[in-house]
């Protein structure tokens, strides 16, 4: 996290990254499941529609708690599963990779490691 925001700001969004941690590894979860569907050809509308809204909310909000990368890979991963049909097959590994990216990136720590938390 940048030294420019203040002490008290980052401590707050420390801990509330903890509290949402294993909410937003669960948004993974979904996403994972998604193109787990995709790729034995059983991706309804419902659950495509799940990958869209889990991929959207975490491109929101990864960046706010120091994870610009993952901000990025998820906004990739929702304009795959928004299309009607979800993604082509051919796609399906390169987002399989994404996806495994972006949990290791949430799993790790913030932008600035655990010290950039303040």
């Known amino acids: 996290m940048s030294d420019d925001v203040p002490a008290d700001v980052r401590d707050v969004l420390r801990r509330v990254w903890e509290s949402r941690r294993d909410n937003v590894l669960a948004r993974v979860d979904v996403i994972d499941a998604t193109i787990a569907a995709a790729r034995v050809g059983a991706l309804d ?42 993604p082509p097959s051919a796609a399906l ?16 720590e913030p932008a600035g490691g655990a010290e950039g938390w303040g």
Do not use: C, K, N
């Open 93 to 108: 590994d390169h987002l399989g990779d994404v996806a495994g990216a972006l949990r290791r990136e949430l799993e790790g």
């Open 45 to 86: 509308d419902e659950q495509r529609a799940a990958g869209v809204r889990e991929a959207h909310m975490l491109s929101g909000s990864a960046g706010t708690f120091g994870f610009g990368a993952a901000t990025a890979m998820a906004r990739e991963l929702e304009h795959a599963f928004d299309v009607p049909g979800g």
